[in-house]
């Protein structure tokens, strides 16, 4: 059974500019959460995603928004990039049933310039 | 307060021996308690959950929950050098999905 699916793996954008990272779930899993790693803050809950509704949402302005299509991959965009956006954005994908696992992609890792 | 507090490091234990990782929450509600465990460079990887008080045992690594306490734990019995990695606890709060994260301890097995 393939993995969590994030890509690209890197990205290097200016200020100002608005980007689009993807995550495809494992099969048949239909949660997936999106999270922001720094080394100050750690890991920071986004938002998840469950059968293409947003279930919770972090503590993120709303320049940071995402969407899961029907076929559960998940799309999490940034707009207005600001340096401290600079962070590994993680996916994460279950089966969305509560207390269930989750399992991470690889990560994007986005440098903001 | 933080919702999740791990004990600070680094830490540092010799080969063979137990490396002991420790882990308090603030939120009393909390049913489902996990320990991931993040490599350099890579992403968090599952290693145990746990989800009632008592013991959890798979191969090396043992987890301990105590709800009454708000107390988690992992222990490592005959620790290698590839255990070395940041091991971070997580608990569901605040909703179904929504893991939280304590900052992380970096562990260091020497040889």
């Known amino acids: 059974k393939a993995g969590v699916t994030q890509t690209p793996r890197y990205l290097i954008k200016t200020r100002g500019q608005q980007v689009t990272l993807s995550c495809s779930p494992i099969s048949g899993h239909r949660s997936v959460s999106w999270y922001q790693q720094t080394p100050g803050q750690g890991l920071q809950f986004l938002f998840e995603?469950?059968?293409?509704?947003?279930?919770n949402k972090g503590n993120f302005p709303g320049r940071f928004s995402g969407r899961q299509f029907s076929n559960s991959r998940s799309e999490m965009n940034v707009s207005t990039l600001e340096l401290g956006d600079s962070a590994l954005y993680l996916c994460?994908?279950?089966?969305?049933?509560?207390?269930?696992?989750?399992?991470f992609g690889s990560g994007t890792q986005l440098s903001v310039l | 307060q933080k919702e999740v507090e791990q004990n600070s490091g680094p830490l540092s234990v010799p080969e063979g021996a137990i490396a002991s990782l420790n882990c308090t929450y603030s939120?009393?509600?909390?049913?489902?308690f996990f320990w991931y465990r993040q490599y350099s460079g890579k992403s968090p990887e599952l290693i145990m959950s746990?989800?009632?008080?008592g013991d959890k045992e798979d191969g090396r690594f043992t987890a301990q929950l105590n709800k009454a306490s708000q107390y988690v734990s992992l222990l490592i019995r005959d620790s290698q050098p590839s255990d070395s990695a940041t091991y971070l606890c997580?608990?569901?709060?605040?909703?179904?999905?929504?893991?939280?994260f304590g900052q992380g301890t970096r562990l260091t097995i020497n040889p």
């Open positions: 994460a994908s279950s089966t969305g049933t509560d207390g269930e696992k989750l399992f």
């Open positions: 997580a608990f569901t709060g605040g909703g179904a999905q929504k893991l939280v």
């Open positions: 746990i989800y009632s008080n």
């Open positions: 995603y469950f059968s293409e509704t947003q279930r």
């Open positions: 939120d009393r509600v909390s049913q489902s």
